[in-house]
């Protein structure tokens, strides 16, 4: 019986300790001008990001890295297996600004304007070749610059 009393209370207790060490703690900080203290609730100066995905899905792995150029616009290159994925269909590339164009297995969009919006949808096999499904990834761009993306499925 006085086993079970000792490890409620230090269940108990220890739930206690571990939620005063987790709550956050705003700083009042003084204004001079109004005599007032005011609440500063952001600790952090946080940035925007370069790009936003805003859905990925049936894709087992993305990057979108900033490459040398001095134009705004993206290449994306899909990918299964670590080759070039060269069995899809319905391939279908949604923006809002610039001009389409394809090389050899990567497509682009070049001459875009920022925020740049970009919705890549196509239908692609597993890699055992057993089943088809439909891939969706969708993000916007924000920084200037050519974007390199590489979808892998």
Excluded at 87 to 96: G, Q
Excluded at 133 to 143: K, L, P, Q, R, W
Aim: net charge neutral; glycine share 8%; charged share 20%.
């Amino acid at each position: 019986m006085a086993k079970r009393i000792i490890l409620i209370a230090v269940l108990i207790l220890g739930g206690t300790v571990f939620n005063f060490q987790n709550e956050s703690r705003a700083a009042v900080l003084n204004d001079p001008a109004s005599g007032s203290g005011r609440i500063n609730t952001s600790a952090h100066h946080r940035s925007r990001p370069p790009y936003r995905i805003i859905e990925s899905r049936y894709v087992s792995r993305s990057t979108i890295k900033h490459s040398v150029g001095h134009e705004n616009g993206i290449r994306i290159r899909i990918m299964q297996n670590g080759m070039d994925n060269t069995e899809i269909e319905d391939f279908s590339l949604a923006h809002d600004s610039g001009v389409e164009y394809r090389m050899g297995n990567v497509v682009g969009i070049d001459n875009s304007s920022l925020p740049l919006y970009v919705k890549v949808t196509y239908r692609s096999w597993n890699t055992f070749h057993a089943v088809q499904f439909d891939v969706i990834y969708e993000f916007i761009i924000f920084y200037p610059g050519t974007w390199d993306v590489t979808i892998c499925n």
